[in-house]
């Protein structure tokens, strides 16, 4: 289509065409001097123009024009400029006699002077300049419904470009339809086209950061295996660093460009994870065995090469939401510690993953957005630098001009602060090629720009994009970037830790805004306080856990990172997915905590006054616990005596272990008896498990016999002691011996007596000696029954 159009248009315009075009002008000269020629400056200081009345808006709106390609995006004097386009008839008439022709206006002096002049959709004589003569094409008719292509080559000497700046550039469609038998404008399309003839002394040093960020995608489920196989939440990971996705393109087209890049160690380690065997979660809640280890080595191989040269910039693992921490999360205690340990294992990671040393100094809210308490935050875990956003600072709409990135706030903090306008070029989208083409030439436009504000002073600017761009948004960026640094004459690239390092503009506000001032459109998507307990609450959890490992790091790690995680800024507007990922890690590490318990026991008998009473602890874990203790307490110490209460507990994984408990039973009847799990620290581990325990050893016949024979014994000492007093004697001493009878004494019948009460006093003493003698001295012995 495009070739049709180039071989019926022609370069030069019908004497017709010009004729009409002449009287146009003439007719509308006035305005025209008015709305696009600027004065010269002594004119414009002392004359006052009565305001031009423009003609009645033509109906642009008939045809819709889509400028696909500009080139070169920044030309020199001798380029050529190419524009590439479609044209569609959105009306219900045909148009006939169509001409795309070219229009440029003035320079634009300012940065909003362009944004203003952005945002133009009609087309206005008087108001609009002319079309550049003999620079159209024609197209053939269009029906309703019906789009084109057109190419337009077009001598930069012929553009009328003079002074250096910004040129707003039209591209126009006119024909005639049934209603309107004239020529007119019937749609339009404008961009902007920097104009920089020779290079400049004082080029702009520009620093652009290339965010290299994804949401959280592995879970902390390990299989309970040597590898300790990984689980990822779904098959989305696999896709983004698969060719032609996300991650993948970021890599490819940021591998050349003079960028800063800013990562997330936890994309790295996630995808460092996939290397080796790995499991992913289906729709079904079900797992499959993963198979992108290949595309896994090959993305970090690029990513590796990518890198070796340029600035890296590692983010606390996981991108936590330093915002949310700030007005959230404070409140409740231990969170930020999270944020300490992230920052730790940021730069291992990132040295392990890409063997490269990244600074860990600078701290990047959501979206730059700053206020004391997010700033307080973001230095607590080390950080002296917080890249922030203009729009933050007042100077945004006090100072004539963009002041340099690195401003000092105070506590030996630097705010290096991002440009909104340059930082916010690539939003939407840009999957059109005629949204990313102008896209590009508004943003190098701007760069020019700023450069121009002030001439003779160098200013170090830096542009903070949104952290997951699109492949359309990357694209339009790294064309961006490279036209600037292949061909613009106002810009040189630096480091991020450079421009952090400048020489601070003192004009510059330095006041960084209070909790109030925080937008509200970013406070509404902070994670709730709830979110944060619960957070804090797992952490708990794993702390204490930890404990009674034997080999804790198997479960630190994997748990300890899906913390960070779900803390991370990709949560932000997806407050169920956010939820959901708490909640599974929850249940998880409780799932694993209750893998060491305590077996339900039934109820006991005792037939004897002791016994040993076994208790078993159960380990389904992968791992050996070696850190609890297992206390047993009885409802009736007096009925039943419990002689080592508490005693530590060491099970192999995949074992159960007897803890033995020695008994002694002072009284019959029913005693309550508890086990319970405490961690070395005396926190109760689990719930515990009570069994009521009989006692039926000590029955009144025997009680009866053994009050029986103290009686006698007491018995028999009155008796003595009487007899020998009467002899006169005295009285029985321990420590003296016992005068033995004359011989021609006989014994008496009482004193005969002595003997066999003696006897029986000691018969339950045997039986004592002999239930204590089968007692078991082993208290992590087997067994389950006791019958004494």
Known sequence: MAEAAEKQGTQTAPPTRRLRRAAVAVLAAAPLLGGFLPLPAAAAAHTTLAPATPRA???????????????????????????????????????????????VGPPLDSRS???????????????????????SVKVPTLAPGVTRDFTLDVPVKDLGLADAGAYQVGVA?????????????????????????TAVENPTRLTHLWPLISSSHLTARREANEQQTPTFLSDDLEQA?????????????????????V???????????????????????ETVSGEAQATARQWLHELTQAVEDDEVVALPFADPDLASLAHRGQAVPGTLSRLRSATSLAESTVASVLFTTPTTDFAWPVQGAVDTSVVDVATSAGADHVIANSDSFSDARDLPYTPSAARPVGGGTTAVVADAGLSDAFQGDLTGAGASTLAVQEYLSHTLAVGRQVPGKQRSILVAPQRQPTVS?????????????????????????????????????????????????????????????????????????????ADPDRLKSPVGTAIDRALSTSWRGHPENARG?????????????????????????????????????????????????????????????IEDRMQPVVVDGGHSQSIKFDTSAKANGRTTVTAQLYTEDGKQYGGPVTFQVKVTSITSTVLLVIAAGVGLVVLAGIRMYTQRKRRGGPPPDQDAPLPEPS?????????????????????????????????SNDPHGTGEKVDR
């Open 581 to 641: 990922y708490r909640e599974s890690l929850e249940d998880y590490l409780v799932g694993l905590t209750r893998e060491v318990q305590l077996i339900d026991k039934s109820d006991l008998t005792l037939s004897g006054r002791s016994a040993t009473i076994p208790v078993t602890v159960q380990n389904n874990l992968a791992q050996k616990v070696d850190g609890l203790k297992l206390r047993l307490t009885s409802s009736r110490s007096i009925g039943l005596r």
């Open 263 to 285: 990562v997330d160690p936890d994309l790295l380690a996630s995808v460092h994870a996939m290397t080796e065997s790995y499991k992913v979660r289906t729709d079904d809640g």
């Open 241 to 261: 660093i698969a060719p032609g996705g996300r991650l993948q393109q970021l890599v490819a087209l940021g591998k050349d460009l003079p960028v800063t890049w």
């Open 173 to 197: 469609y006119s024909g005639n339809t049934s209603s309107r038998p004239f020529e007119q404008v019937l749609g339009i399309e404008r961009t902007l086209l920097p104009w920089q003839p």
């Open 57 to 103: 808006p033509q109906d642009s709106a008939v045809a819709d024009v889509a400028l696909t390609d500009l080139t070169p995006a920044v030309p020199h004097e001798d380029d050529t400029l190419t524009l590439s386009g479609t044209v569609t008839n959105n009306g219900r008439a045909r148009i006939t006699k169509g001409v795309v022709d070219v229009r």
């Open 113 to 135: 002077a362009m944004t203003e002049a952005s945002k133009r959709t009609g087309f206005t004589p008087g108001i609009d300049p002319p079309a550049i003569d003999g620079h």
């Open 473 to 549: 948004q990357a694209r339009a960026m790294a064309e961006s970037i490279q036209d600037l640094s292949d061909g613009g004459r106002w810009t040189r690239f630096a480091d991020l830790a450079d421009t952090a390092d400048e020489k601070p503009d003192p004009a510059a506000d330095r006041s960084v805004p209070g909790p109030g001032a925080y937008p509200d459109r970013l406070r509404g998507n902070e994670l709730s306080p709830d979110a944060f307990r619960q957070i804090q609450a797992t952490q708990s959890t794993l702390e204490d856990f930890l404990d009674v490992l």
């Open 743 to 775: 011989g021609d004494d006989e014994p008496s019948q009482d004193h005969g007596a002595d003997a066999p009460d003696d006897e029986q006093a000691g018969e339950p003493h045997r039986d004592s000696s002999a239930d204590t003698g089968a007692e």
